[in-house]
């Protein structure tokens, strides 16, 4: 049980397009959704916390504009890194919790993002 | 403010030996602590986890990790090491009581296992 899946795990686009990356519950359903980035050899970085119908709390320093996140169902949560730059490359990780404090979060299997 | 420190970027151990990666943390409430192992490419998988209950928590792959207050401290050990157990592992606390469960990471520890 508790699978979150990440899609696509792959992407590849060129400078100022967008990028969406899904990440869903699969077999239970996520109150609240974490994302996370993570450079190569460095810890994750919580970049937002979202819970279903609400708007996301961004950390301090990441620019909600730049990466818009979308919590429409309680399966279902969505990042779109918008104007995307080649400083924008990293790997996105989710994560959901089945209850409001998110005492236990389940990890997806991240997204590989290449802007050219 | 909470916090959480791994003690070595990249420990390595022979096959069947002790495996040790220590964690420190400092939080201002009890804390909930967490292990969790990444495999190259991959997402978090949970290896175990503290809520305040038994101080040794027993987690999947034969690890297990103490809580001892005293020490701020919630090394994870297993008694001996499989060449499947190299991987990167983090050490997390939660914010649990008054930030929505956030997590803080540690900066991670690679194990590496020599044949």
């Known amino acids: 049980g508790a699978v979150v899946s990440q899609h696509p795990s792959w992407v590849i686009c060129k400078s100022g397009t967008s990028v969406k990356i899904e990440c869903r519950s699969l077999?239970?359903?996520?109150?609240?959704m974490f994302w996370y980035r993570q450079f190569p050899k460095q810890s994750l970085m919580l970049m937002a916390t979202s819970n279903e119908g609400s708007k996301a709390t961004y950390e301090q320093g990441v620019e909600k504009d730049k990466f818009l996140i979308n919590h429409a169902s309680l399966t279902l949560s969505t990042l779109t890194v918008t104007s995307a730059h080649p400083e924008d490359s990293s790997f996105y990780i989710c994560?959901?919790?089945?209850?409001?404090?998110?005492?236990?979060?389940?990890f997806g299997p991240g997204t590989r993002l290449l802007v050219l | 403010a909470q916090s959480v420190t791994q003690l070595g970027s990249h420990v390595s151990v022979s096959e069947g030996a002790l495996v040790l990666l220590r964690c420190n943390y400092s939080s201002s409430v009890p804390p909930y602590l967490f292990w969790y192992v990444q495999y190259p490419n991959q997402g978090l998988q949970l290896l175990l986890k503290?809520?305040?209950?038994?101080?040794l928590v027993k987690g999947i792959n034969g690890f297990e990790a103490e809580f001892k207050k005293s020490e701020t401290s919630f090394h994870l050990t297993k008694p001996s090491a499989h060449m499947s157990d190299a991987a990167e592992y983090f050490c997390?606390?939660?914010?649990?009581?008054?930030?929505?469960?956030?997590?803080?990471f540690g900066q991670g520890t690679e194990l590496s296992v020599k044949p």
């Open positions: 997390a606390v939660s914010l649990l009581y008054n930030q929505g469960g956030k997590l803080i």
């Open positions: 994560s959901a919790s089945e209850d409001e404090g998110g005492e236990t979060q389940y």
């Open positions: 077999d239970f359903q996520a109150t609240t």
């Open positions: 503290y809520t305040s209950a038994a101080t």
